[in-house]
């Protein structure tokens, strides 16, 4: 028997069957790094359209986590897609270096500021500690295969950066959006500073949930405002409250003039005034079961009344505040204007003292009667032993309840009255301008406009100072007496400005006064640094604006959907209040990463997936697929079996790719390509087939929806290409004359489906669609970082009866025969579907649509046999199937088996010359041209 392989075309390629992208990955890397590719990528694309997506900076402290994964490697999947898409899109990334996580990490190695270290010195440390976080970080962003100005980063501790934020903040103090105030904001003890909104975390915390009898001053006038002739007895008006540290600082209960209240007797000698619609709930709170209601009346008639301080010689008023209601409580609110914004508000509108009893450590002043010294969550217990003495305490019971706790420390936060800077919503309009300009950016997901609307209509003024060592200054100087700014104050922003670009932040810390101003001795300067908030919300300046690459506003803004309340707002506000305009035209928001439960990531419950693990054992691309295949409007959920299960499609992928690659060995582009109207009527279906699914896939990547991206590249690997038309097209490959039109026919739409297929991975599987493309046929490309999408594809088939809807039925057809075949395998009828011989039976309208394909419907079944008749010839034995109109006979063949193409056909062993292949094969060995294929 004549051995028949050498004249079959067996693929080969170099392209490896096993990824190893561990290992394979890092060596790319080194590779772009060599050559410099950001900046090549510069220098193609200079002059065009720009895209902007402006990175959001992480904070430089720890390693990165998947959360932060998922970030960088949704904006690199963009700003990859951008660039195919012909857009100049550079990508600067960024840094959050200042603030309290660094000092706090400074403070465990060289102590405390102005302790242990010189506060200069203590700066210095913090720097030295954010560029080793930052260096860090930038590695692991790197190594996920994060496209980016590596070398030219932003970092808000730069002295540009640094000098730059404080002339925005200058351009917004000009603008007249700045405030000085001595209200409420939300403190931590822990940091000895104020927070901002953004800052702030709500978890449940126990809390004492107390009644508090406040006894009232000049029970005539009660007893007249309620229509009673005598309150003589003991008579009190009851407040509720879950912070009885805030007691030593009351000074009125609020009411609410349209509430009904009602005097509560029982025990026969007591009087409690509450809300009447509440009078059930508190008796029942409070165990009461014998009272009786002596009078009711609307709160308006109880205003001006007085009461007095359950434990200090204090008398306070009731007044009308709009914020009281009756969803619990008693319907009276202890007022303590120094520890709540609604309190602060009823007090400034009576002019209420702002007593604040508590220092910066959350400890009562030693002047605090009964409380001197202690901290104010301990002295809970020590407040309510008071009450008791004092008579006072109606009820006691712990509540657990939603409480704002500080987002570092996680420790509860207390509200505390404090001289702070504001950036001012209600002046100047900012509010209404931040609404407005909501309405003009597109929010993707379309919810988060309305998130953003919530939070933005009720946020309080944004402290924007803090007390901390390690910030941004705010370079300001008040008058001594008057406390108004000096009237300078621009020129000397930007003197403090140029000599924090030349020296940083030590150069107004370390600086006398009067290397700014003369009035020496009539001015002072503000110690507080900037809100880190301020740092990176002002990057829309500091960096769209100075950066010469970029341009404001920004294209995009892509984060976490916890940016609403953080860096979006800040981002928005500053660029309002600078220069009247919003940094962004879209907002992209992702969601957090849980594990396969649904459970938010932690170290303590073990579910946390760490992204330098997965990179060193399944890759990086294994990752980026994982994030481009979630739908990122929702929680993403990941664990190890579902990233093995991205690795099993990532395979499929990859091996589509190898067997393309593996047919185009020895294909010279130059010389072999076909035009397009030569090409086998299947050929062209599969190019054509290929444009529709890239027009899909680049508008899925413009609007930004990667999981659809995904979703059409593994249908189009799996199922175009898999399960159909690189299965039929194997064939031709392997058994077809090497130089002979059928072959070349489906190598040429491999050639342009492999370059098309490359691009539409490059963003997501960057590191797996580098070594694709470099196994591409063909000399003198460029880099595939400078391709754009691939424009060698067509849209309609030149044999027009074979457009995509009529291939889309025999695929159909096929599955059905796949179907039966299968069937008698597991039967043990047949082995491969070469030993089979088909009938097809159909009605007129698929007997005329498949009978185009003649001889070659065979080829395009994958059987050795393929008969068609009319569906009226259906014989007994006939399986219908779920295609309406055709039934189908499956025999198993009785000709002899070609020993080269493994059909079997009648003809074999006609010739003496080749006994045992068919006339087909034959015609491939010994003609010039081959076998002639028209259609499959």
């Given at each position: 028997?004549?051995?028949?392989k050498d004249t079959l075309n067996l693929p080969k390629t170099s392209f490896a069957?096993?990824?190893?992208?561990?290992?394979?990955?890092?060596?790319?890397?080194?590779?772009?790094?060599?050559?410099?590719?950001?900046?090549?990528?510069?220098?193609?694309?200079?002059?065009?359209?720009?895209?902007?997506?402006?990175?959001?900076?992480?904070?430089?402290?720890?390693?990165?986590?998947?959360?932060?994964?998922?970030?960088?490697?949704?904006?690199?999947?963009?700003?990859?897609?951008?660039?195919?898409?012909?857009?100049?899109?550079?990508?600067?990334?960024?840094?959050?270096?200042?603030?309290?996580?660094?000092?706090?990490?400074?403070?465990?190695?060289?102590?405390?500021?102005?302790?242990?270290?010189?506060?200069?010195?203590?700066?210095?440390?913090?720097?030295?500690?954010?560029?080793?976080?930052?260096?860090?970080?930038?590695?692991?962003?790197?190594?996920?295969?994060?496209?980016?100005?590596?070398?030219?980063?932003?970092?808000?501790?730069?002295?540009?950066?640094?000098?730059?934020?404080?002339?925005?903040?200058?351009?917004?103090?000009?603008?007249?959006?700045?405030?000085?105030?001595?209200?409420?904001?939300?403190?931590?003890?822990?940091?000895?500073?104020?927070?901002?909104?953004?800052?702030?975390?709500?978890?449940?915390?126990?809390?004492?949930?107390?009644?508090?009898?406040?006894?009232?001053?000049?029970?005539?006038?009660?007893?007249?405002?309620?229509?009673?002739?005598?309150?003589?007895?003991?008579?009190?008006?009851?407040?509720?409250?879950?912070?009885?540290?805030?007691?030593?600082?009351?000074?009125?209960?609020?009411i609410h003039n349209d509430i009904g209240y009602a005097v509560v007797n029982f025990?026969?000698?007591?009087?409690?005034?509450?809300?009447?619609?509440?009078?059930?709930?508190?008796?029942?709170?409070?165990?009461?079961?014998?009272?009786?209601?002596?009078?009711?009346?609307?709160?308006?008639?109880?205003?001006?009344?007085?009461?007095?301080?359950?434990?200090?010689?204090?008398?306070?008023?009731?007044?009308?505040?709009?914020?009281?209601?009756?969803?619990?409580?008693?319907?009276?609110?202890?007022?303590?204007?120094?520890?709540?914004?609604?309190?602060?508000?009823?007090?400034?509108?009576?002019?209420?003292?702002?007593?604040?009893?508590?220092?910066?450590?959350?400890?009562?002043?030693?002047?605090?009667?009964?409380?001197?010294?202690?901290?104010?969550?301990?002295?809970?217990?020590?407040?309510?032993?008071?009450?008791?003495?004092?008579?006072?305490?109606?009820?006691?019971?712990?509540?657990?309840?939603?409480?704002?706790?500080?987002?570092?420390?996680?420790?509860?936060?207390?509200?505390?009255?404090?001289?702070?800077?504001?950036?001012?919503?209600?002046?100047?309009?900012?509010?209404?301008?931040?609404?407005?300009?909501?309405?003009?950016?597109?929010?993707?997901?379309?919810?988060?406009?309305?998130?953003?609307?919530?939070?933005?209509?009720?946020?309080?003024?944004?402290?924007?100072?803090?007390?901390?060592?390690?910030?941004?200054?705010?370079?300001?100087?008040?008058?001594?007496?008057?406390?108004?700014?000096?009237?300078?104050?621009?020129?000397?922003?930007?003197?403090?400005?140029?000599?924090?670009?030349?020296?940083?932040?030590?150069?107004?810390?370390?600086?006398?006064?009067?290397?700014?101003?003369?009035?020496?001795?009539?001015?002072?300067?503000?110690?507080?640094?900037?809100?880190?908030?301020?740092?990176?919300?002002?990057?829309?300046?500091?960096?769209?604006?100075?950066?010469?690459?970029?341009?404001?506003?920004?294209?995009?803004?892509?984060?976490?959907?916890?940016?609403?309340?953080?860096?979006?707002?800040?981002?928005?506000?500053?660029?309002?209040?600078?220069?009247?305009?919003?940094?962004?035209?879209?907002?992209?928001?992702?969601?957090?990463?849980?594990?396969?439960?649904?459970?938010?990531?932690?170290?303590?419950?073990?579910?946390?997936?760490?992204?330098?693990?997965?990179?060193n054992t399944l890759g990086a691309d294994i990752l980026r697929l994982w994030v481009?295949?979630?739908?990122?409007?929702?929680?993403?959920?990941?664990?190890?079996?579902?990233?093995?299960?991205?690795?099993?499609?990532?395979?499929?992928?990859?091996?589509?790719?190898?067997?393309?690659?593996?047919?185009?060995?020895?294909?010279?582009?130059?010389?072999?390509?076909?035009?397009?109207?030569?090409?086998?009527?299947?050929?062209?279906?599969?190019?054509?087939?290929?444009?529709?699914?890239?027009?899909?896939?680049?508008?899925?990547?413009?609007?930004?929806?990667?999981?659809?991206?995904?979703?059409?590249?593994?249908?189009?690997?799996?199922?175009?290409?898999?399960?159909?038309?690189?299965?039929?097209?194997?064939?031709?490959?392997?058994?077809?004359?090497?130089?002979?039109?059928?072959?070349?026919?489906?190598?040429?739409?491999?050639?342009?489906?492999?370059?098309?297929?490359?691009?539409?991975?490059?963003?997501?599987?960057?590191?797996?669609?580098?070594?694709?493309?470099?196994?591409?046929?063909?000399?003198?490309?460029?880099?595939?970082?400078?391709?754009?999408?691939?424009?060698?594809?067509?849209?309609?088939?030149?044999?027009?009866?074979?457009?995509?809807?009529?291939?889309?039925?025999?695929?159909?057809?096929?599955?059905?025969?796949?179907?039966?075949?299968?069937?008698?395998?597991?039967?043990?009828?047949?082995?491969?579907?070469?030993?089979?011989?088909?009938?097809?039976?159909?009605?007129?309208?698929?007997?005329?649509?498949?009978?185009?394909?003649?001889?070659?419907?065979?080829?395009?079944?994958?059987?050795?046999?393929?008969?068609?008749?009319?569906?009226?010839?259906?014989?007994?034995?006939?399986?219908?199937?779920?295609?309406?109109?055709?039934?189908?006979?499956?025999?198993?063949?009785?000709?002899?088996?070609?020993?080269?193409?493994?059909?079997?056909?009648?003809?074999?062993?006609?010739?003496?010359?080749?006994?045992?292949?068919?006339?087909?094969?034959?015609?491939?060995?010994?003609?010039?041209?081959?076998?002639?294929?028209?259609?499959?």
């Amino acid at each position: 028997m004549t051995d028949y392989k050498d004249t079959l075309n067996l693929p080969k390629t170099s392209f490896a069957m096993k990824a190893n992208l561990a290992q394979k990955e890092p060596m790319r890397l080194k590779q772009w790094e060599k050559a410099d590719i950001y900046n090549k990528i510069r220098e193609h694309f200079a002059g065009r359209d720009k895209f902007i997506l402006h990175d959001g900076p992480p904070y430089a402290n720890g390693d990165i986590h998947v959360g932060h994964a998922v970030n960088k490697i949704l904006k690199d999947i963009v700003v990859r897609s951008k660039t195919l898409s012909g857009f100049d899109a550079p990508f600067v990334p960024g840094w959050d270096c200042h603030g309290l996580p660094i000092e706090l990490q400074v403070e465990k190695k060289v102590g405390k500021a102005n302790v242990k270290i010189d506060a200069n010195s203590f700066r210095k440390e913090c720097r030295n500690y954010a560029a080793k976080q930052v260096k860090r970080q930038a590695e692991d962003f790197k190594r996920l295969g994060i496209l980016a100005d590596w070398e030219n980063p932003y970092l808000t501790m730069n002295f540009d950066y640094e000098a730059n934020m404080v002339r925005t903040l200058g351009k917004i103090i000009e603008n007249g959006h700045l405030t000085k105030g001595f209200k409420p904001v939300h403190w931590c003890p822990e940091c000895g500073s104020a927070l901002a909104e953004a800052e702030v975390e709500y978890k449940d915390k126990t809390s004492p949930a107390i009644d508090v009898k406040f006894t009232i001053v000049n029970t005539q006038a009660w007893a007249e405002a309620f229509g009673l002739e005598d309150l003589s007895q003991n008579t009190a008006a009851v407040i509720w409250t879950t912070t009885p540290w805030t007691l030593p600082a009351n000074q009125a209960i609020a009411i609410h003039n349209d509430i009904g209240y009602a005097v509560v007797n029982f025990n026969n000698n007591q009087n409690i005034i509450i809300a009447t619609e509440l009078v059930e709930s508190v008796m029942k709170r409070t165990n009461i079961d014998a009272y009786h209601i002596l009078a009711t009346v609307s709160g308006d008639q109880l205003t001006h009344l007085k009461a007095h301080h359950p434990f200090y010689d204090r008398i306070v008023p009731v007044l009308h505040g709009d914020h009281v209601t009756v969803d619990s409580g008693t319907g009276l609110v202890h007022t303590a204007p120094a520890h709540g914004v609604d309190d602060f508000a009823l007090g400034q509108t009576h002019n209420l003292p702002v007593d604040n009893p508590v220092n910066n450590n959350g400890c009562y002043n030693n002047d605090t009667e009964f409380f001197a010294g202690e901290f104010v969550f301990k002295a809970n217990e020590h407040v309510i032993e008071v009450l008791k003495e004092n008579s006072a305490l109606l009820n006691f019971k712990k509540l657990e309840h939603s409480y704002p706790h500080c987002w570092r420390h996680k420790t509860p936060l207390i509200f505390r009255a404090t001289p702070q800077w504001f950036i001012s919503m209600e002046k100047n309009n900012l509010r209404n301008r931040a609404k407005q300009s909501i309405t003009e950016v597109k929010w993707i997901p379309s919810w988060g406009r309305s998130r953003i609307e919530a939070m933005m209509k009720d946020r309080p003024d944004w402290c924007i100072s803090r007390q901390r060592t390690w910030g941004v200054p705010i370079p300001l100087f008040i008058h001594k007496v008057t406390e108004q700014l000096h009237p300078k104050t621009s020129e000397i922003i930007q003197k403090v400005a140029l000599a924090i670009e030349k020296d940083g932040i030590e150069a107004w810390f370390e600086a006398d006064d009067s290397q700014f101003i003369a009035e020496t001795n009539d001015y002072q300067r503000i110690t507080d640094t900037l809100d880190v908030w301020f740092d990176s919300g002002a990057s829309n300046a500091c960096v769209l604006e100075y950066n010469k690459d970029l341009q404001f506003p920004a294209d995009l803004y892509l984060e976490g959907s916890d940016q609403h309340r953080g860096w979006f707002q800040t981002s928005l506000l500053t660029s309002l209040a600078r220069c009247d305009q919003a940094p962004f035209k879209q907002v992209l928001t992702h969601g957090f990463t849980v594990d396969a439960h649904g459970k938010k990531m932690s170290k303590s419950l073990g579910n946390v997936v760490s992204p330098q693990d997965v990179v060193n054992t399944l890759g990086a691309d294994i990752l980026r697929l994982w994030v481009a295949a979630t739908d990122y409007r929702s929680e993403m959920t990941v664990s190890d079996e579902i990233l093995k299960r991205n690795a099993d499609t990532y395979r499929r992928l990859r091996n589509t790719a190898r067997f393309l690659l593996s047919n185009l060995e020895g294909f010279n582009p130059k010389n072999d390509l076909l035009p397009f109207d030569k090409l086998v009527a299947l050929d062209q279906w599969a190019i054509a087939k290929a444009y529709e699914v890239q027009q899909k896939i680049i508008a899925a990547y413009d609007e930004y929806n990667f999981h659809v991206v995904a979703q059409q590249i593994h249908h189009f690997c799996s199922i175009d290409m898999g399960s159909f038309y690189l299965d039929v097209i194997k064939d031709r490959q392997y058994t077809a004359k090497t130089n002979g039109k059928p072959r070349k026919s489906a190598q040429t739409a491999m050639y342009h489906i492999i370059h098309a297929l490359v691009r539409w991975m490059s963003p997501i599987l960057c590191f797996t669609a580098d070594e694709i493309y470099e196994a591409i046929p063909g000399e003198d490309k460029p880099d595939l970082i400078l391709c754009e999408w691939y424009q060698g594809l067509t849209t309609i088939p030149y044999h027009r009866p074979f457009n995509l809807d009529y291939w889309q039925i025999v695929q159909d057809v096929r599955s059905e025969c796949n179907k039966l075949l299968e069937a008698k395998r597991t039967e043990g009828v047949l082995g491969a579907s070469l030993e089979a011989c088909v009938t097809l039976f159909a009605d007129d309208t698929l007997y005329n649509h498949l009978a185009k394909l003649k001889d070659e419907l065979r080829f395009a079944l994958i059987v050795s046999s393929a008969q068609l008749l009319p569906l009226t010839k259906k014989p007994l034995n006939a399986l219908e199937t779920d295609i309406k109109g055709l039934s189908i006979v499956v025999d198993k063949s009785t000709a002899q088996k070609c020993e080269r193409c493994w059909h079997r056909r009648e003809d074999v062993g006609t010739s003496c010359e080749h006994p045992d292949i068919c006339q087909r094969c034959i015609e491939n060995i010994d003609s010039i041209e081959g076998e002639a294929r028209e259609f499959a």
